[in-house]
């Protein structure tokens, strides 16, 4: 099984990009993970942000690989414990399918790609920085996967 993030937002600062690798690669013994970068839509003062958010949300649908398991995270979604997590990711492992998560722009995910989730995931009702969530994702994505391994990481 192998893992895909698809977020919008491209160059992250240095700090995210070290987080986001360092889980990265803890995580690649159990399931590897790649990370594609969408450019954000335009916005400004004269600009409608549902424009942005559309076209967002055509580049994410164009980049998604074949038949994925799609994981939208969204404030509205399921939130799960790091166990939740650990027994969904062996649930996922059993699909055949490869699980592919995806982090929206700034007002979330347009309409057609929550219309293509297999599962919508909300990580709290906190309201978390963009590149911060990609860190915490990866975070906890490794967390379960030590759960599942029962390696010592996770001692909750």
């Known amino acids: 099984m192998r893992g895909k993030l698809i977020a919008v937002g491209v160059s992250m600062p240095p700090w995210v ?3 986001f690798g360092e889980y990265q690669k803890r995580l690649s013994h159990w ?3 790649e990370l594609l970068e969408i ?3 335009l916005r400004g003062k004269s600009r409608d942000p549902r424009r942005a958010m559309a076209d967002e949300g055509e580049r994410v649908l164009a980049a998604l690989p074949k038949n994925p398991y799609l994981i939208v995270l969204d404030g509205r979604g399921k939130p799960w414990s790091s166990e939740q997590l650990a027994e969904r990711l062996e649930h996922w492992r059993g699909l ?9 722009g700034p007002e979330g995910h347009d309409q057609a790609v929550l219309a293509k989730a297999d599962e ?3 990580l709290g009702p906190l309201t ?3 590149p911060l969530v990609r860190i915490v994702l990866v975070e906890q994505l490794y967390r379960a996967a030590s759960i599942l391994a029962n390696h010592p990481y996770h001692r909750a």
């Open 17 to 19: 990009q070290e987080g």
């Open 31 to 33: 399931l590897p993970l």
């Open 39 to 41: 450019a954000p839509g």
């Open 96 to 104: 055949g399918r490869d699980p592919c998560f995806l982090i929206g």
């Open 120 to 122: 919508r995931w909300s």
């Open 128 to 130: 978390l920085p963009h």
